[in-house]
């Protein structure tokens, strides 16, 4: 058993570094691109490449951190920054599946908590059908 765990702590911390590292090269990529004016279709293949192994190493991290047991066994909001640096939240189930988003990403970390938080005080907002 001490041996699984420490397996899944050393995948964990490889994960965590390559998503940092990707993240950091989305952010070069984007900031030399606008820099040197180059068209998008000049590294949008990178770029998309990029954005899927993010959302790979996303998937794989919370799923490690599901099987050591670091989350809560109920749903939590995450907070994290996109490739273009901007927060945003993530309402995921117990399974790590995604319920809810944020929709919009906001220039600041405390933004997208006051957004968590006015999610959390609507609780009590009717429920309405579209005609």
């Known amino acids: 058993?001490?041996?699984?765990?420490?397996?899944?702590?050393?995948?964990?911390?490889?994960?965590?570094?390559?998503?940092?590292?990707?993240?950091?090269?989305?952010?070069?990529?984007?900031?030399?691109?606008?820099?040197?004016?180059?068209?998008k279709e000049h590294f949008e293949g990178d770029l998309t490449e990029a954005e899927h192994n993010i959302k790979y190493y996303e998937g794989e991290i919370a799923r490690i951190k599901e099987l050591m047991g670091k989350e809560s066994e109920g749903a939590a909001y995450w907070v994290y920054q996109d490739v273009s640096g901007e927060w945003r939240w993530q309402l995921?189930?117990?399974?790590?599946?995604?319920?809810?988003?944020?929709?919009?990403?906001?220039?600041?970390?405390?933004?997208?908590?006051?957004?968590?938080?006015?999610?959390?005080?609507?609780?009590?907002?009717?429920i309405k059908e579209k005609q």
């Open 92 to 126: 995921r189930a117990a399974n790590q599946r995604i319920i809810a988003d944020s929709g919009e990403g906001y220039q600041n970390r405390q933004d997208c908590l006051h957004g968590i938080a006015l999610v959390k005080d609507s609780k009590d907002a009717p």
């Open 1 to 39: 058993m001490k041996a699984d765990h420490e397996m899944l702590e050393a995948h964990l911390k490889d994960y965590e570094g390559q998503l940092r590292s990707l993240t950091s090269y989305v952010k070069e990529l984007k900031g030399k691109a606008a820099e040197h004016g180059t068209e």
